[in-house]
């Protein structure tokens, strides 16, 4: 869990404008292909057996609670300004270098928030178990991280912006 508020509610500017346009998405054309589907389904006739329906009920109630979601992240949301990310410790934007310490390899990975992390685009999030062991800990630090395949050291090689 975060604690602090404003760690939970601080994005990249592109996670933002992610968010952003996913809201904007669901709001006219998904909303769009949901209402067209619910039309179609109601053209053919009784509702009470009608499987398309009862789908594009389903599809428009998650729908609607994404929006909600979504404008709920969004109303408190704010740009983590680039002063806040630390150049000597592992923080919140900060783009960190990991070696593995088994293979030797090295990557490099934003710290982003948990609404951001995507691991095949290179960002951890701060409530993975990666982003965990090295948020505040400094260049040339090792850290241990247990995860469900197994438990992996990585060295932190370089903190950046």
Partial sequence: MIENEMEKNAFTEEGLKRLQDELADR?????????ERLKDARAQGDLSENSEY???KEAQAKNESRIMELE???KNAR???EDEISKTKVSL??????RD??????DAYSLVNANEGDIFMNRISI???VGKAIIGKKKGQIVEVGTSSGTFKYKIVKIGK
Avoid: M, N, Y
């Avoid at 709001?27 to 209402?35: F, P, W």
């Avoid at 934007?93 to 990991?98: D, F, I, K, Q």
């Avoid at 310490?101 to 090295?106: G, I, L, N, P, V």
């Fill in 79 to 81: 740009v983590i300004d």
């Fill in 54 to 56: 009862d789908d594009a």
């Fill in 72 to 74: 709920d992240i969004l």
């Fill in 127 to 129: 409530e993975s178990p």
């Fill in 93 to 98: 934007g900060s783009l960190v270098t990991l």
């Fill in 27 to 35: 709001k006219t054309i998904k909303a769009a292909e949901i209402s």
């Fill in 101 to 106: 310490e088994q293979t030797k390899e090295e």
